[in-house]
Every structure is written in structure tokens, then in C-alpha cells.
């Protein structure tokens, strides 16, 4: 199947850094005139789910380079219909159906991105890349460096990241801090549509190897929708985060759901006094360190929030920055709010208390304001 898309796309005569060339001038925007946020709005919302089907289904149609490949994508139109629909657009040379062996179709993958195709492979859940992670670490995240600029890698590693509800401990880690340690990689993580449309474009136009992790929980959630959101040309900037709610007394940084969590949480905190700032990092890997540097020079005060293990974690890496560069802006201990250094339970209960919740991150602000009971 993939010899026969190599064939339709590269055996016109034409070379395949021309037909690559052609089909981004296209679609591709200038970076320069992208915006970390929407600013048109139409009263429409759209689920992420829709979201992340849309920007496949433009990006397909836009580059013939662009295929989609894991298991399930095809007939049964993916584990939480993401890819819905493609299989009948574009059959099955792009929409492909693999065998239940995350190792040899990542490397299929790459092996495909060395040749100039645009790779989107799907995981049922990111803890299967585990089977993979050679592949993607060794031969998709390496190669540009190891090869002196000669080979490229775009690549799109993607599907659900991070804890669902009752799945175990062997279904709900999330892999933001593990592959944004990498090198080579880049590791992005939407919240809303507009994030998730917004920087699965920008995934699968560049030219480097990105792991983009969504949440499960988030697929059926619906949020505004911006005209310009909506615009096939649409993309997000990788490496900049957008502030969501502006405030004066204290930073909130999350990413993925727990930006739902924080706005819910400042929220709370401004019914008894407290302006919280919540930033949405979009991006793990690169970090916008200055957007976070500049928001807790403002606020003097700092709250990290995510779903993944405290030890090593992305809030660690924050928090490093901040000591780093703003140590004498900070008028209280940096707060790290993470999921619970333990496997996930299975027990609902348990469960629960492994992760992180809204009165959590109400509890650390306060602490930081000086306000706790």
C-alpha cells in the first residue's frame, strides 16, 4: 500500500522535494503571520474530536504527501473516530489499517518520512508508543542531527496521553515529561479545538519528527470556534502558550485538561479575592519560558498543574526556569500540583485521589497567596 502511494506521488517525473515543495507552498502560511490565538468569533463550537477530523481530512487534501496510518484508522474509522470518514475520501493507499504491532508500523513510518511522505500515525493510546519508542526516539527524533541537517523527519506521532477513567495503571501515564526530555522531538498537547485544529496543522506541516498528545476525556468536550480557527490555512505557532485568563496575584500554568481544571480553579479564587493568570502551555517541548518568566514577573507567584508523575515532570522543568531566571520576582515557594507518585489505581475512588482536582489547585494558589485556612 505504501509503495503504491510512493508510486502516485513520486513517479510523475517530478522530484519529490518539487512535489513536496509545491503542495506546502499551498498550505503553508507564513509563520511570521500566524497568532498564538483566534481572535474572530462566530458563536459556532465544535468538539475536539471534529477538530483534530477536520484538520486531518484539510491537511490530506491539501498534500498528497499527508497519510494516516494505526489501527483501526480505516474501517473501523479509528478507536475514538478521529479519522472518520478518510477511508471513504481517500481509500486505502492513505488511510491505512495496520496489524496490532506498534513497532514495525512506527518504523514504517519513519522509514516513509526519510522519503518525503508525511506520516500521521495514530496510537490507540500513547501507552502502546512504549512498543515503539526505539523507533521514535532512535530513528524519527536522531536522524536530523545525526546526518548533518541531509535528513529530515516529518513526522506525526498521535492519540489519546495521559489517564482516561478506569483503564488501569498500564492505560493511564502520560508521556508529556518523557518525550519532552528528548532532543529532536517536539511534544505538543491541545486543550481546546482551536488548539487542537490549530497545532495538528502545524504538526503535520513541519518538517520535524511531533509527538502530540491528546486526552481522551477532551474528544467529546465542545469549545468556541473562531472564524479564523476555521480557515483551512489555520495554524498555531509550536513553542508558544497563550495566556487564557489574565490576572494579577498568581501564575497558574497547565497543559491538556488540567487547563480546564485551572480555569475552574480561578475561577473560585476570584470569588474570594484572588486574580489568577492561567497560562496554557500548548507546547511541552519547545517551552515558552518567556511567556511563563514575564506572567510570574507580574504576579510574583507561581502554581504548576499537571496529570503526570512529580518527579522529573514538566512542572519540575518550570519551576527550574522560573528559580533560574525570576528567583527574585517570586514573593512565595513555587507550588507543584501533579498526579500521585503511584501506578494509577483501578478503584474509582483511588483513582481519584491519584490525580489532580480542581480543590487542589485552589489549595496551592492559596498557599501562594498566603490565603490557606
Known amino acids: 500500500m505504501l509503495g503504491t502511494l510512493w508510486h502516485k506521488v513520486f513517479s510523475s517525473g517530478v522530484s519529490s522535494s518539487s512535489v513536496i515543495g509545491q503542495s506546502l507552498q499551498r498550505i503553508r502560511p507564513s509563520f511570521s503571520a500566524t497568532r498564538s490565538y483566534a481572535s474572530t468569533s462566530t458563536g459556532k463550537e465544535m468538539t475536539v474530536r471534529d477538530a483534530l477530523n477536520s484538520a486531518l481530512d484539510e491537511e490530506m487534501s491539501a498534500d498528497p504527501t499527508v497519510f494516516v496510518m494505526g489501527e483501526e484508522v480505516g474501517e473501523y474509522q479509528g478507536a475514538y473516530k ?13 488511510v ?34 512504549m512498543q515503539a519508542i526505539d523507533h521514535i526516539i532512535n530513528s524519527a527524533a536522531k536522524s536530523n542531527y545525526m546526518s548533518a541537517g541531509q535528513i529530515s523527519v516529518p513526522i506525526v506521532f498521535r492519540g489519546p496521553n495521559g489517564a482516561a477513567a478506569g483503564v488501569g495503571a498500564q492505560h493511564s501515564q502520560c508521556y508529556a515529561a518523557w518525550f519532552g526530555s528528548c532532543p529532536g522531538l517536539k511534544v505538543l498537547a491541545p486543550y481546546s479545538s482551536e488548539d487542537a485544529r490549530g497545532l495538528l496543522k502545524a504538526a503535520i506541516r513541519d518538517p520535524d519528527p511531533v509527538v502530540f498528545l491528546e486526552n481522551e476525556l477532551l474528544y467529546g468536550e465542545s469549545f468556541p470556534i473562531s472564524a479564523e480557527a476555521l480557515d483551512s490555512s489555520f495554524s498555531l505557532p509550536i513553542g508558544k502558550a497563550k495566556i487564557e ?81 525570576s528567583f527574585e520576582y517570586l514573593d512565595a515557594p513555587v507550588e507543584r500540583i501533579s498526579g500521585a507518585d503511584v501506578p494509577m489505581p483501578y478503584a474509582a475512588d483511588l483513582e481519584r485521589l491519584a490525580v489532580p482536582q480542581v480543590e487542589d489547585i485552589v489549595r496551592a494558589a492559596k498557599r501562594a497567596c498566603f490565603r490557606a485556612k
Open 82 to 94: 478521529i479519522t472518520k470518514g478518510l477511508l471513504d475520501k481517500y481509500g486505502p493507499e492513505r
Open 96 to 129: 491505512v489499517d495496520t496489524p496490532i504491532t506498534e513497532a514495525g508500523f512506527t518504523g514504517i513510518g519513519v522509514g516513509a518520512a526519510y522519503h518525503g511522505l508525511r506520516p500521521v500515525v495514530e496510537f490507540m493510546t500513547f501507552n502502546f508508543s
Open 245 to 325: 485568563r489574565e490576572g494579577k496575584d498568581v501564575t497558574i500554568v497547565a497543559y491538556s485538561k488540567m487547563v480546564g481544571y485551572a480555569l475552574q480553579a480561578a475561577e473560585r479564587l476570584s470569588k474570594e479575592g484572588i486574580s489568577a493568570e492561567v497560562i496554557n502551555l500548548r507546547s511541552i517541548r519547545p517551552l515558552d519560558r518567556r511567556a511563563i518568566n514575564a506572567s510570574v514577573r507580574k504576579t510574583n507567584r507561581l502554581v504548576t498543574v499537571e496529570e503526570g508523575f512529580p518527579q522529573h515532570g514538566v512542572g519540575a522543568e518550570i519551576c527550574a526556569s522560573v528559580v533560574e531566571e
